[in-house]
């Protein structure tokens, strides 16, 4: 049961607004039909409510708001929230409807409770990240990514960036400075989808390196007291040469690249691995001979999601 409320998470996009959460209408027909085009079957579901007596304020109800969508892009789409969504589904037949509103019930709570208690929406990212297979030590550098990640973008929201566009054209700055590379031909390299969260396959030193291109834009934003996209901008061009200088110096006494190929598909195995016994233990034990690090990680850590 829960790797398939799993599916729920990963599926499904939503987003916190007006005090409570926003869920994709066409993720969630997406999921719940396997429906190739779920849009055309949101369409034609919207066409039958629209005619069926109780169902026209549900429809009114749902809203336009932007969410990323599987270009990278932020769009909008039509969004439910919980008791919208709940009303919509009594019209799509699927056994996964039971899970689904388990699903939503769990959602709630734990937005309650991280409310109330926020380290608690961290200790739960922590365990997903656990159960898909990443190692420790990369878990805890993508959690120090994410507060960096949060606290720039906070930062850029509160000082005039305004659209996903605006986000996506600092983010963009910042990697070209410190990888060589635009956001889109990282994941391009590390073969991911547009849609693919780029940082759950970063290794460990290129979820350094993006965190300190992050600390750096954000001091520098808090320092000059920036306001704008053409000051923003300026900041993330510094900060990400700040990076960029650290990532070429650790490349120079490495004589190895820092950007890599890994993504999430290779980073998901490693901690399946190091539980795993290994191979013909009593001759391992035996052998004088220095083994081969079993955590390619320790070479290049890293981070993906996918």
């Known amino acids: 049961m829960a790797n398939e409320l799993m599916i729920f998470d990963e599926r499904i996009r939503k987003v916190w607004y007006d005090g409570r959460w ?5 993720d969630v027909v997406g999921v ?4 190739v085009t779920p849009r055309n079957y949101w369409a034609k579901v919207k066409q039958r409510l629209a005619h069926t007596e109780g169902f026209v304020e549900v429809l009114t109800r749902c809203q336009q708001l932007k969410m990323r969508s599987p270009d990278g892009k932020m769009r909008s789409t039509d969004a439910a929230d919980t008791e919208t969504l709940l009303r919509i589904i009594q019209s799509i037949p699927s056994p996964k409807a039971e899970p689904f509103k388990r699903w ?7 937005r309650l409770q991280e409310e109330m208690e926020p380290s608690l929406a961290e200790a739960r990212l922590m365990q997903r990240y ?3 297979g990443y190692s420790d030590r990369w878990i805890r550098q993508r959690m120090q990514s994410i ?26 700055v910042l990697s070209v400075e410190e990888f060589d590379i635009t956001t889109s031909n990282h994941k391009a390299f590390k073969r991911l989808k547009p849609s693919d969260n780029l940082e759950n396959s970063e290794t460990i030193m290129e979820l350094a390196i993006t965190a300190l291109g992050d600390a750096a834009a954000i001091t520098l934003h808090q320092q000059r007291d920036s306001q704008g996209m053409t000051q923003l901008g300026q900041d993330c061009h510094e900060a990400g040469k700040i990076a960029g200088d650290a990532r070429r110096q650790f ?3 490495t004589n190895e690249p820092v950007v890599s190929p890994i993504n ?10 190091a539980l795993q016994p290994p191979l013909f233990a ?4 035996s052998a004088d001979t220095v083994d081969a690090d079993p955590d390619p990680q320790t070479r290049l850590e890293g981070d993906s999601e996918g």
């Open 147 to 172: 507060r960096y990640r949060n606290g720039v973008t906070a930062e850029w929201g509160a000082r005039g960036a305004e659209t996903g566009q605006d986000f996506a054209l600092l983010t963009d």
């Open 264 to 273: 999430y598909k290779q980073l998901r195995q490693e901690r399946f691995r």
């Open 104 to 110: 939503l019930a769990r959602v709630g709570t734990e």
């Open 22 to 26: 926003w869920f994709s209408v066409i």
């Open 32 to 35: 719940l039909t396997d429906s």
């Open 251 to 253: 490349e120079a006494l």
């Open 282 to 285: 009593d001759l391992a034990d």
């Open 130 to 132: 656990q159960r898909q």
